[in-house]
T-cell receptor, first 112, second 116 residues
Framework: AQSVTQLDSHVSVSEGTPVLLRCNYSSSYSPSLFWYVQHPNKGLQLLLK??????LVKGINGFEAEFKKSETSFHLTKPSAHMSDAAEYFC??????????FGQGTTLQVKP | DAGVIQSPRHEVTEMGQEVTLRCKPI?????LFWYRQTMMRGLELLIYFNNNVPIDDSGMPEDRFSAKMPNASFSTLKIQPSEPRDSAVYFC??????????????FGAGSRLTVL
């Protein structure tokens, strides 16, 4: 069965410093992986997706993620945090039927 | 496109009342998903439809919950009777499901339900 584990429930960074949100996945086949972001009182928005093409995936708002099969990881990074990045981030894996399985989420706090 | 449209955005009701949440997916999308989000359990998939047919309803908590998709442009999630533990944000999402490749979901803004 497919699953994702987000290693940090809460991450706090200062504005202008790098962001790292960690995600490990479990899948019996080559997975499709996603990162979604949810701003307060809003729906979820797709940040980026990996579908077995390039292992380094670039998304919106300067975010990117690298698929590492040997480490079963799909960590989300951004070189320089902005105040508007404060939100909840979800790592997601797609199962064989196309159903999405969400991680528990990581809350990103950005301090001025 | 206006995106996935959900109504109502907020609903406050009393225990025992019937609640109906509505969703209009993106035109042309053939899959529709209902999720529930709570602090305790995170995001849970309740049910999803493909071409208006329910494919997997294993996430529906109990018989008090039912969902319908009478046509490609409309779906409802009904709770009858409602209970305080049903208080949550309910999200509808739609996608264009392909036989291969990633299934990218577009989410609505959610319906926040409070059952007193």
């Amino acid at each position: 069965a497919q699953s994702v584990t987000q290693l940090d429930s809460h991450v706090s960074v200062s504005e202008g410093t790098p962001v790292l949100l960690r995600c490990n996945y479990s899948s019996s086949y080559s997975p499709s992986l996603f990162w979604y972001v949810q701003h307060p009182n809003k729906g979820l928005q797709l940040l980026l997706k990996y579908t077995s093409a390039a292992t380094l995936v670039k998304g919106i708002n300067g975010f990117e993620a690298e698929f590492k099969k040997s480490e079963t990881s799909f960590h989300l990074t951004k070189p320089s945090a902005h105040m508007s990045d404060a939100a909840e981030y979800f790592c997601v894996v797609s199962d064989t039927t196309g159903k999405l399985i969400f991680g528990q989420g990581t809350t990103l706090q950005v301090k001025p | 496109d206006a995106g996935v449209i959900q109504s109502p955005r907020h609903e406050v009701t009393e225990m025992g009342q019937e609640v109906t949440l509505r969703c209009k997916p993106i035109s042309g999308h053939n899959s529709l998903f209902w999720y529930r989000q709570t602090m305790m359990r995170g995001l849970e998939l309740l049910i999803y439809f493909n071409n208006n047919v329910p494919i997997d309803d294993s996430g529906m908590p109990e018989d008090r919950f039912s969902a319908k998709m009478p046509n490609a442009s409309f779906s409802t999630l009904k709770i009858q009777p409602s209970e305080p533990r049903d208080s949550a944000v309910y999200f509808c999402a739609s996608s264009l499901a392909r036989s291969s490749g990633a299934n990218v979901l577009t989410f609505g803004a959610g319906s926040r339900l409070t059952v007193l």
